[in-house]
């Protein structure tokens, strides 16, 4: 019984070290791209399943993994081939990728993320532990870099965009 206990990983340092990176876009994202004097251009965009948001005049752009400010850039090095002289971009993220909370919560299911979040709120927002649930680690899966990381966090970590919490049971 006890080594069952020691299959439950700590979290990964790359799984903790995503916190702190600049925020990577992804499928389900949904941005606000301001184009400076152009508004016809400026509109809301969501990444689509493929990572691309598809923008006019210069078509698909790839923002799967990219920060706001790379997507920034991408898109006015495309409008300045032959469309605009000098395009001024800015984008912000107008609504992120839900997370997904599993396990011993009260309700199960997709959320709406929201920045500063931590593991403890998506529970809260999920309808918080169940009688069985262990309070004290959740396990996080975490697309980090292009790869799949899990591993167990303490319920103050943060949590990201696009996350997966999974409540385990407790052992007694």
């Known amino acids: 019984m ?33 184009v400076f004097d152009q508004p016809g251009l400026t509109n809301s965009y969501t990444v689509d399943q493929a990572g691309y948001i598809a923008f006019p005049l210069i078509g698909q752009v790839a923002a799967r993994g990219e920060t706001l400010t790379q997507l920034e850039k991408a898109i006015a090095i495309k409008l300045r081939k032959g469309y605009l002289r000098d395009p001024d971009v800015s984008i912000e993220v107008d609504r992120y990728r839900s997370i997904f909370v599993m396990g011993e919560v009260g309700q199960p299911g997709q959320y709406s ?28 899966t975490r697309k980090v870099n292009g790869s799949i990381v899990t591993g167990s966090v303490p319920v103050t970590d943060p949590v990201l965009a696009g996350d997966t919490l999974y409540v385990r049971e407790r052992l007694f």
């Open 2 to 34: 006890i080594s069952a206990c020691t299959s439950y990983q700590p979290a990964p340092q790359v799984l903790e070290k995503a916190t702190i990176q600049p925020y990577r876009l992804d499928s389900g994202d949904r941005l606000r791209i301001t």
């Open 113 to 140: 993320y929201v920045p500063g979040m931590t593991v403890l709120n998506a529970v809260a927002v999920a309808g918080g532990f169940t009688s069985r649930a262990n309070e004290r680690q959740v396990v996080v």
